[in-house]
């Protein structure tokens, strides 16, 4: 099966500016979930979706973060305007309901951001 | 609150020697615990799930409740088990709470 792909690969912008990240997930995953791992610390969870959805958004920040995912398949994360503390990897992942029970999450590859 | 702490930063071995990557939990529910693996420039993946009680690539891990831990072993480490490895615990909801990852470099 095709693996979750993200673009772009790499992203510099400067404070204040905007951009957009695009997920699209593992055909028939259910959940989407868009993680940010700032260097040298592990993935934290920004926002969950379930179909179109969204099923936890509690650690993302809502004042310039974004986040959609029309007809529960692709998604896109917006910043708005960005800070120099938004330079992290972004990491979508997804993953299957299919399975009861604990279950796994296939990442796609991230996009680096680099805010100067 | 969920969190895992992997208390090591960076771990060196020879090859050929056991290695253990530690990770604690703490949850308040019942558990469920995972591995994930980076290799250099590449994505991040599931290595290991312990419901699935299953030994990937020579790794093992157990869950030990009493001791909230799920570390991961491997008797005789191998030059290409260098990589980036993170413990993540999971919820039924499918939210997962990862460590700040163990960098493992298997000298030969």
């Known amino acids: 099966e095709a693996g979750v792909a993200q673009s772009p690969r790499y992203k510099i912008i400067e404070k204040r500016q905007s951009v957009a990240f695009w997920c699209n997930p593992i055909s028939g995953h259910a959940t989407l979930y868009w993680y940010q791992q700032i260097l040298g610390q592990g993935p934290k969870l920004l926002i969950q979706?379930?179909?179109?959805?969204?099923?936890?958004d509690s650690q993302l920040p809502k004042d310039r973060f974004s986040a959609e995912r029309l007809k529960g398949v692709d998604s896109t994360l917006k910043i708005q305007p960005a800070k120099l503390e938004d330079s992290a990897v972004y990491l979508c992942?997804?993953?299957?309901?299919?399975?009861?029970?604990?279950?796994?999450?296939?990442f796609g590859s991230g996009t680096r951001l680099t805010v100067v | 609150a969920q969190r895992v702490t992997q208390p090591e930063k960076l771990l060196s071995v020879f090859k050929g020697a056991p290695v253990e990557l530690k990770c604690n939990y703490s949850?308040?529910?019942?558990?469920?615990l995972f591995w994930y693996v980076q290799y250099s420039r590449q994505r991040l993946q599931l290595l290991l799930r312990h419901i699935s009680r299953e030994s990937i690539k020579g790794f093992t891990a157990d869950l030990n409740k009493g001791e909230t831990s799920f570390h991961l072993k491997k008797p005789f480490a191998q030059e290409e088990d260098s990589a980036m490895y993170y413990c993540a615990l999971g919820t039924n909801a499918g939210k997962s709470t990862f460590g700040d990852g163990t960098t493992l470099t298997v000298k030969p």
């Open positions: 992942a997804s993953s299957s309901i299919r399975d009861r029970g604990p279950y796994g999450y296939t």
């Open positions: 979706f379930q179909n179109n959805g969204v099923v936890d």
């Open positions: 949850y308040s529910g019942s558990p469920e």
